[in-house]
């Protein structure tokens, strides 16, 4: 019987101290992981795609760490967390931040870490996880899309507006205000060659010497015509006056202001000469006693 209980014990020996062998063996290499890495979560709402667990952690291309797990975050359900383990040696700030990057030539993404002025806010309820959390930013390509997405809007009101301003009405007030602008002119035109016409009558007038009956009469005529014509004048100038005191073109408003008053002070001087022609003699002889 003592034979067989000897192998027994033996048995029983040698499954212990595999077993310890073996749990040995694991806590080496499951302490070792313990030893050198600290978990660490990412929070982040990026496209994930490429990226699994062991994918690697970089900082600066130097892979400092791998991706432990991948969860959905149950509150936001468009946000992951990232649980990862990354060395202890690497210094880690509070402006840390996390990028999913991505190999272009493979298709496989990793997550790099970088340091930023901005560091990305992170939700109030994250202070409770049991590991550090370091927020995340948008990827290059994220980036790029959101710049664009920004242009393309931008392009988008700049053309919703020029389409506003080239409108049908718009139009038509730009050629309505080309079309006033032109008669104005065509009218300041007039003005002027009506004002000079009625200034050389004028001067013509009072260059004669003599008048008799039959020449005063005549000179009546005229004098009718001629105080007609600077009414008609003035009636065109206040038209001209109020359209250019209605638009921004202020020194020919101006301008106009004074055309006006000489128009008046010539009408008021011609309808005084038709009452009374001899004022051409003495003003004549006034002029000749004064040279």
């Given at each position: ?7 027994a014990?033996?048995g ?13 063996v ?10 050198n890495?600290k978990?660490?979560?990412?929070y982040?709402?990026s496209n994930i795609?490429?990226l ?20 959905i975050?149950?509150?936001h359900?468009?946000?992951?967390k990232i649980?990862?383990l990354i060395e202890?040696?690497l ?7 996390a ?6 030539l493979?298709?496989?993404?990793y997550?790099n870490l970088?340091?930023t002025?901005?560091?990305?806010k992170?939700?109030?309820y ?9 927020g ?10 959101s710049?664009?997405?920004?242009t393309?809007?931008?392009l988008?009101s700049?053309?919703?507006k020029i389409n ?5 009405s ?6 309505h205000?080309?079309k ?15 004002l000079?016409q009625?200034l050389?009558e004028?001067?013509?007038l009072?260059?004669?010497l003599?008048?008799d009956?039959?020449?005063i009469a005549?000179?009546?005529s005229?004098?009718d015509?001629?105080?007609s014509?600077v ?5 065109n ?9 209605d638009t ?5 408003y101006e301008v106009l ?5 000489l ?10 000469l038709?009452?009374?022609p ?14």
């Amino acid at each position: 019987m003592e034979p067989k209980v000897n192998y027994a014990l033996v048995g029983i020996f040698v499954i212990i101290f595999s077993i310890i062998g073996i749990g040995i063996v694991l806590w080496l290499i499951g302490g070792s992981n313990y030893t050198n890495y600290k978990r660490y979560i990412v929070y982040t709402n990026s496209n994930i795609s490429g990226l699994h667990v062991d994918s690697d952690v970089k900082y600066k291309g130097l892979s400092v760490g791998k991706v432990e797990d991948i969860l959905i975050d149950q509150r936001h359900p468009d946000f992951f967390k990232i649980i990862i383990l990354i060395e202890r040696n690497l210094p880690l700030k509070a402006n840390m931040a996390a990028r999913i990057s991505s190999n272009g030539l493979t298709g496989i993404s990793y997550i790099n870490l970088i340091y930023t002025n901005n560091p990305p806010k992170l939700p109030g309820y994250l202070k409770n996880e049991p590991y550090p959390v370091i927020g995340s930013i948008p990827s290059n390509i994220e980036e790029i899309s959101s710049v664009i997405m920004e242009t393309a809007d931008s392009l988008k009101s700049i053309s919703n507006k020029i389409n506003v301003l080239l409108d049908n009405s718009t139009e038509n007030n730009i050629k309505h205000f080309i079309k006033n602008s032109n008669d104005a002119a065509a009218q300041l035109a007039l003005a002027a060659n009506h004002l000079n016409q009625t200034l050389s009558e004028v001067d013509r007038l009072v260059s004669l010497l003599t008048l008799d009956t039959k020449q005063i009469a005549v000179l009546l005529s005229k004098f009718d015509a001629l105080s007609s014509s600077v009414s008609e004048l003035i009636g065109n100038s206040n038209k001209t006056l109020n359209y250019f005191r209605d638009t921004s073109l202020q020194k020919s408003y101006e301008v106009l202001i004074k055309i006006k008053s000489l128009l008046t002070s010539t009408k008021e001087f011609v309808d005084e000469l038709k009452y009374n022609p001899s004022l051409l003699i003495d003003r004549r002889k006034e002029g000749k006693q004064a040279k």
